[in-house]
């Protein structure tokens, strides 16, 4: 999967979280299926993600940072 299909799955399972529900992008996928995505990949994901959530801050809102710099989300 290329960058942009990567965005749109992710996308799409934010869809189905329950309203509130806290989240990181790397949940949404499926752990075999997240470990297989190149390093790179992961990392340009999580920009795009986030500006995606910018752009449509009806469905969910960025709240803070793990200790190891990953961002939260809350869905909305």
């Given at each position: 999967?290329?960058?942009?299909?990567?965005?749109?799955?992710?996308?799409?399972?934010?869809?189905?979280?329950?309203?509130?529900?806290?989240?990181?992008?790397?949940e949404?996928?499926?752990?075999?299926?997240?470990?297989?995505?190149?390093?790179?990949?992961?990392?340009?994901?999580?920009?795009?993600?986030?500006?995606?959530?910018?752009?449509?801050?009806?469905?969910?809102?960025?709240?803070?940072?793990?200790?190891?710099?990953?961002?939260?989300?809350?869905?909305?």
């Amino acid at each position: 999967m290329n960058a942009n299909q990567l965005l749109e799955y992710a996308t799409q399972e934010v869809l189905e979280l329950n309203s509130g529900e806290h989240f990181l992008v790397r949940e949404l996928f499926k752990g075999y299926l997240w470990n297989r995505i190149p390093r790179k990949d992961r990392l340009l994901l999580g920009t795009l993600f986030l500006n995606w959530i910018q752009q449509n801050s009806n469905i969910a809102k960025p709240i803070n940072k793990t200790s190891s710099g990953q961002q939260k989300y809350q869905r909305i």
